[in-house]
T-cell receptor, first 115, second 116 residues
Framework: DSGVTQTPKHLITATGQRVTLRCSPR?????VYWYQQSLDQGLQFLIQ???????AKGNILERFSAQQFPDLHSELNLSSLELGDSALYFC??????????????FGPGTRLTVL | AQKVTQAQTEISVVEKEDVTLDCVYE???????LFWYKQPPSGELVFLIR??????QNEISGRYSWNFQKSTSSFNFTITASQVVDSAVYFC?????????????FGTGTKLQVIP
């Protein structure tokens, strides 16, 4: 158990809908990262937050947004869902923001299926 | 730009065989960190090891060992006497620090199947 929690574990929804994925980082970690893992794209970095502030963006679509709250939990919002958004979404956390030595610990993931 | 290449897409071995998973990386930084993660069939990503670019000593942890060679930009992972529980997808990753954020690039993964 990495200490990172994600809910829900599974999510099935329809095209055009909006969903929210939730992540609680390890105790004491200030950085939260979101990744998308799909069969054709592999593990893709989406976005990083540090202590409530957005710090880096990767391959995140405009239909997707995220935020980190004062209690450090984070939510990833996916809207106008398309079939291609079906994937495993991971949250990871690390203690700092730019420490190259930081290890990112991953949550169990949320499997999103868009029908 | 940083890049991690795991050329082996899938490997099958018979239980108790040794297996080496290859990882080759590209980076312009002189200081960086390399990682290996395991993703079993259950789906979670499990951290295995972190190695910094200044430490080229090989590391052994039980049946797992890692060979870091800066000269060839490789960070290979060997499982000795493989077991069925080792069946998983293994990811190599490279971390570089940028102003204000950490950038981690993952390889495409190697799927290891250990046959009983």
């Amino acid at each position: 158990d990495s200490g990172v929690t994600q809910t829900p574990k599974h999510l099935i929804t329809a095209t055009g809908q909006r969903v929210t994925l939730r992540c609680s980082p390890r105790s004491g970690d200030l950085s939260v990262y979101w990744y998308q893992q799909s069969l054709d794209q592999g593990l893709q970095f989406l976005i990083q937050y540090y202590n409530g502030e957005e710090r880096a963006k990767g391959n995140i679509l405009e239909r997707f947004s995220a935020q980190q709250f004062p209690d450090l939990h984070s939510e990833l919002n996916l809207s106008s869902l398309e079939l291609g958004d079906s994937a495993l979404y991971f949250c990871a956390s690390s203690p700092r923001t730019s420490g190259r030595s930081d290890t990112q610990y991953f949550g169990p993931g949320t499997r999103l299926t868009v029908l | 730009a940083q890049k991690v290449t795991q050329a082996q897409t899938e490997i099958s071995v018979v239980e108790k065989e040794d297996v080496t998973l290859d990882c080759v990386y590209e980076t312009r930084d002189t200081t960086y960190y390399l990682f290996w993660y395991k993703q079993p069939p259950s789906g979670e990503l499990v951290f295995l090891i972190r190695r910094n670019s200044f430490d080229e000593q090989n590391e052994i942890s039980g049946r797992y060992s890692w060979n870091f060679q800066k000269s060839t930009s490789s960070f290979n992972f060997t499982i000795t006497a493989s077991q069925v529980v080792d069946s998983a997808v293994y990811f190599c990753a490279l971390s570089e620090a940028r102003r204000g954020y950490q950038k981690v690039t993952f390889g495409t993964g190697t799927k290891l199947q250990v046959i009983p």
